[in-house]
Nanobody, 127 residues
Framework: QVQLVESGGGLVQAGGSLRLSCIASVVSGSIVSIDTMGWYRQAPGKQRELVATITEDSTTNYADSVKGRFAISRGANTRTMYLDMYNLLPEDTAVYFC??????????????????WGQGTQVTVSS
């Protein structure tokens, strides 16, 4: 099993910047590989929506609403993912979640893929 932990959320004024981080850590077994990772967000009263994704070979994809303002990246150790957010708008206010498709292995079982989510970090942008 793997745990994803987000950090870096907070309160910022419109036009400001924030950097979110997501770290994958092993709870049991081992990580064989981490495929696509992504950031999603959910505003009050709305459905969870895609913000950005990044594949193992660093191919990125962004929601139209954040293109040109947000940048997703992965750390050198590949277990860390970042979301740099610039020129934040009040409509960016939401709980941001990281997601990762991870292949894990453990004693007595073959490697298997799983979809893991973090607990979320709050981003609030004031006008």
């Amino acid at each position: 099993q793997v745990q994803l932990v987000e950090s870096g959320g907070g309160l910022v004024q419109a036009g400001g910047s924030l950097r979110l981080s997501c770290i994958a850590s092993v709870v049991s077994g081992s990580i064989v590989s981490i495929d696509t990772m992504g950031w999603y967000r959910q505003a009050p009263g709305k459905q969870r929506e895609l913000v950005a994704t990044i594949t193992e070979d660093s191919t990125t994809n962004y929601a139209d609403s954040v293109k040109g303002r947000f940048a997703i990246s992965r750390g050198a150790n590949t277990r860390t993912m970042y979301l740099d957010m610039y020129n934040l708008l009040p409509e960016d206010t939401a709980v941001y979640f990281c997601d990762a498709r991870i292949i894990t292995a453990g004693a007595g079982r073959l490697p298997e893929p799983g979809d893991y989510w973090g607990q979320g970090t709050q981003v609030t942008v004031s006008s």
